[in-house]
Protein backbone atom coordinates (compact mmCIF):
# COMPACT_ATOMS: atom_id res chain seq x y z
CA UNK A 1 0.00 0.00 0.00
CA UNK A 2 1.21 3.39 -0.71
CA UNK A 3 0.14 6.45 1.31
CA UNK A 4 -0.04 9.94 -0.17
CA UNK A 5 0.03 13.39 0.90
CA UNK A 6 -3.16 15.79 -0.29
CA UNK A 7 -2.56 19.66 0.66
CA UNK A 8 -6.08 20.95 0.90
CA UNK A 9 -6.34 24.87 -0.04
CA UNK A 10 -9.49 26.84 0.89
CA UNK A 11 -10.77 29.97 -0.44
CA UNK A 12 -13.03 33.05 0.34
CA UNK A 13 -13.38 34.10 -2.63
CA UNK A 14 -9.35 34.53 -3.97
CA UNK A 15 -8.05 34.92 -0.52
CA UNK A 16 -7.04 31.44 1.01
CA UNK A 17 -8.28 30.66 4.28
CA UNK A 18 -5.90 29.00 6.62
CA UNK A 19 -6.76 25.41 8.38
CA UNK A 20 -6.63 26.86 11.64
CA UNK A 21 -8.73 29.74 11.09
CA UNK A 22 -11.12 27.18 8.97
CA UNK A 23 -11.08 24.42 12.12
CA UNK A 24 -12.06 27.29 14.31
CA UNK A 25 -14.69 28.91 12.26
CA UNK A 26 -16.44 25.73 11.68
CA UNK A 27 -16.17 24.65 15.29
CA UNK A 28 -17.90 28.27 16.15
CA UNK A 29 -21.00 27.28 13.58
CA UNK A 30 -21.17 23.78 15.21
CA UNK A 31 -21.07 24.75 18.43
CA UNK A 32 -23.79 27.59 18.15
CA UNK A 33 -26.96 27.38 20.46
CA UNK A 34 -30.26 26.14 18.62
CA UNK A 35 -32.47 28.36 17.90
CA UNK A 36 -35.90 28.68 20.12
CA UNK A 37 -38.29 26.75 19.11
CA UNK A 38 -41.76 29.12 18.51
CA UNK A 39 -45.17 27.46 18.67
CA UNK A 40 -46.10 30.06 16.29
CA UNK A 41 -43.60 27.86 13.06
CA UNK A 42 -44.60 24.56 14.15
CA UNK A 43 -47.60 23.15 12.08
CA UNK A 44 -49.71 19.35 12.35
CA UNK A 45 -51.07 17.46 9.71
CA UNK A 46 -52.23 13.59 9.12
CA UNK A 47 -55.25 11.53 10.13
CA UNK A 48 -54.61 11.85 13.92
CA UNK A 49 -55.63 15.24 13.94
CA UNK A 50 -58.66 15.31 11.02
CA UNK A 51 -61.70 13.16 10.27
CA UNK A 52 -63.14 10.01 11.81
CA UNK A 53 -61.09 7.64 14.12
CA UNK A 54 -61.76 4.16 15.02
CA UNK A 55 -61.38 3.87 18.81
CA UNK A 56 -58.57 1.32 20.16
CA UNK A 57 -56.57 1.26 16.85
CA UNK A 58 -53.23 3.47 16.57
CA UNK A 59 -53.66 7.15 14.74
CA UNK A 60 -50.42 9.36 13.54
CA UNK A 61 -49.77 12.56 13.24
CA UNK A 62 -46.83 14.67 12.19
CA UNK A 63 -45.35 17.90 13.85
CA UNK A 64 -43.15 20.03 11.82
CA UNK A 65 -41.08 22.42 12.96
CA UNK A 66 -39.67 25.06 11.22
CA UNK A 67 -36.55 26.78 12.54
CA UNK A 68 -32.47 27.63 11.63
CA UNK A 69 -30.65 25.26 13.84
CA UNK A 70 -31.70 22.38 15.87
CA UNK A 71 -30.63 20.06 17.86
CA UNK A 72 -32.05 16.29 17.85
CA UNK A 73 -34.05 15.64 20.81
CA UNK A 74 -34.60 18.98 22.47
CA UNK A 75 -38.26 19.67 21.32
CA UNK A 76 -40.75 19.00 23.85
CA UNK A 77 -44.32 19.18 23.17
CA UNK A 78 -47.71 19.27 25.32
CA UNK A 79 -50.32 16.78 24.06
CA UNK A 80 -53.69 17.54 26.09
CA UNK A 81 -56.59 15.13 24.93
CA UNK A 82 -60.14 16.70 26.35
CA UNK A 83 -63.47 14.83 25.72
CA UNK A 84 -66.02 16.90 24.78
CA UNK A 85 -68.45 18.68 25.48
CA UNK A 86 -67.65 19.10 29.03
CA UNK A 87 -63.48 19.68 28.64
CA UNK A 88 -62.51 16.67 30.93
CA UNK A 89 -59.05 15.99 30.58
CA UNK A 90 -58.62 12.26 29.54
CA UNK A 91 -55.48 10.26 29.83
CA UNK A 92 -53.89 8.85 26.77
CA UNK A 93 -50.64 7.28 25.87
CA UNK A 94 -49.03 8.97 22.99
CA UNK A 95 -45.39 8.68 22.00
CA UNK A 96 -43.66 11.28 19.97
CA UNK A 97 -40.51 10.31 17.56
CA UNK A 98 -38.34 13.01 16.85
CA UNK A 99 -37.34 11.95 13.14
CA UNK A 100 -34.51 14.40 13.50
CA UNK A 101 -35.47 16.39 10.42
CA UNK A 102 -37.64 19.07 11.74
CA UNK A 103 -40.88 15.93 11.78
CA UNK A 104 -42.08 14.85 14.78
CA UNK A 105 -44.08 11.32 14.72
CA UNK A 106 -47.07 11.73 17.49
CA UNK A 107 -49.09 8.18 18.02
CA UNK A 108 -51.82 7.53 20.10
CA UNK A 109 -54.81 5.29 20.60
CA UNK A 110 -58.22 7.03 21.58
CA UNK A 111 -60.16 4.63 23.94
CA UNK A 112 -63.31 6.34 23.57
CA UNK A 113 -65.70 5.08 20.83
CA UNK A 114 -68.89 7.77 19.93
CA UNK A 115 -67.11 10.52 21.27
CA UNK A 116 -65.30 14.40 19.73
CA UNK A 117 -62.32 15.15 21.73
CA UNK A 118 -59.99 18.04 21.52
CA UNK A 119 -56.18 17.91 20.80
CA UNK A 120 -54.15 20.48 21.97
CA UNK A 121 -50.51 20.85 20.95
CA UNK A 122 -48.09 23.37 22.56
CA UNK A 123 -44.77 24.19 22.43
CA UNK A 124 -43.01 25.96 25.27
CA UNK A 125 -46.26 26.49 26.87
CA UNK A 126 -47.89 27.92 23.00
CA UNK A 127 -50.41 26.27 21.27
CA UNK A 128 -49.10 25.19 17.76
CA UNK A 129 -50.78 26.92 14.67
CA UNK A 130 -54.43 25.52 14.38
CA UNK A 131 -54.32 24.16 17.97
CA UNK A 132 -56.05 22.56 18.92
CA UNK A 133 -57.63 20.33 17.02
CA UNK A 134 -61.45 18.52 17.06
CA UNK A 135 -61.61 14.87 16.32
CA UNK A 136 -64.11 12.62 15.95
CA UNK A 137 -63.87 8.59 16.94
CA UNK A 138 -66.29 6.16 16.10
Known amino acids: ?3 S ?12 VSAAAWK ?9 PATPLEATRCTASG ?15 TIMTYRTKRKPGQDLFDVVFRKQPDGAVVEV ?5 DK ?5 LVTY ?15 GGKAIKGSPFTVTCQ
Not at 47 to 61: C, W, Y
Open 5 to 16: VCELTSRVGDAP
Open 1 to 3: LSS
Open 24 to 32: SRMTQQMNQ
Open 109 to 123: TWPHSGSVFTLSLEA
Open 47 to 61: AGIKGDLTAGKPVSF
Open 100 to 104: KDGSH
Open 93 to 97: SCTVV
